[in-house]
């Protein structure tokens, strides 16, 4: 792919491309990363029951919070892989990278779980 700052790559502009380079980095994610693939799981089956049971505010709701989790996610995971292929030694400096991008996951973490949990009591009081 092309940099447009560098100059390097491939030029030219391709939407089909760009559609092809984020599944397969979604592929890669789902495959090798269990937090991506379990997060994406539960979300999935809590969006299709508020789809079901309740209006389409909740779903927004779990679709942004699934969103902003696994955007986190997939970050801190190419900074991890960055990180492991420059560093394989211990190196102090590589582990306050990976710890603030792990913190910047945990907040995330926090959104979502607080989301999807209010969503889950209010269908389960809604049900009862
Ligand atoms: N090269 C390194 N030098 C120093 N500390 C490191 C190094 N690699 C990892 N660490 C420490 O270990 C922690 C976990 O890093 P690791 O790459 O194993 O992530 P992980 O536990 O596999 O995370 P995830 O579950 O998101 O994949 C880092 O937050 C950091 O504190």
Known sequence: MRNKFLGTGTPGYSPLRKIRTVMEGLSYAVRYDFSVAYKLVLSAIVLLLSIVLRDWMDSVFVIAATAFVLTAELLNSA???????????????????????????????FTWFIVLGVECWEMWRAWY
Do not use: P
């Open 79 to 109: 900074i991890e892989a960055l990180c492991d292929f420059i560093e394989t030694e211990h190196n102090e400096k590589i582990k306050a990278i990976k710890d603030i991008a792990a913190a910047a996951v945990g907040v995330a973490i």
